[in-house]
Nanobody, 121 residues
Framework: QVQLVESGGGLVQAGGSLRLSCAAS?????LGWFRQAPGKEREFVAA????????YYADTVKGRFTISRDNALNTVYLQMNSLKPEDTAVYYC?????????????????WGQGTQVTVSS
C-alpha cells in the first residue's frame, strides 16, 4: 500500500506561481500529477520515473510546469509558473508500479486526496 499526501495548493493571481508537494510512502514508485476541474474529466499534467531520469508533460503545461522528486525525502514536486485561470482544478498525486502508461489515469494504482489550486484572473 502506498500513501500519498499532497500539499501546497491555494489561491494565486494569474501569472503567479505555486509549488505542490506530494509525500509518498514506499519507494521506487513512478509518480504523476493529474488535475480535475469541475464538470471535467481527470487529466494528466506531468509524470516522473522513480529514478527521475524520465519526465512527461501535458502540452498545456509544457514550459510552465516542472516536475521533480527527492527520493531521499520520498517527495515529488510540481513547480507551477505563469499560472492561468484555466489551471484551476483539484490536483492529485498518483503512483504506479508499471513502467508504461505515464499519462493514463488507469495505469496508476494509488491516489492522494487532492489539493485545490485556484487561479484568479
Amino acid at each position: 500500500q502506498v500513501q500519498l499526501v499532497e500539499s501546497g495548493g491555494g489561491l494565486v493571481q494569474a501569472g503567479g506561481s505555486l509549488r505542490l508537494s506530494c509525500a509518498a510512502s514506499g519507494r521506487r514508485n513512478n509518480l504523476g500529477w493529474f488535475r480535475q476541474a469541475p464538470g471535467k474529466e481527470r487529466e494528466f499534467v506531468a509524470a516522473i520515473s522513480w529514478g527521475g531520469a524520465a519526465t512527461y508533460y501535458a502540452d498545456t503545461v509544457k514550459g510552465r510546469f516542472t516536475i521533480s522528486r527527492d527520493n531521499a525525502l520520498n517527495t515529488v514536486y510540481l513547480q507551477m509558473n505563469s499560472l492561468k485561470p484555466e489551471d484551476t482544478a483539484v490536483y492529485y498525486c498518483a503512483a504506479r508500479r508499471s513502467i508504461g502508461g505515464a499519462t493514463m489515469p488507469s495505469a496508476y494504482d494509488y491516489w492522494g486526496q487532492g489539493t485545490q489550486v485556484t487561479v484568479s484572473s
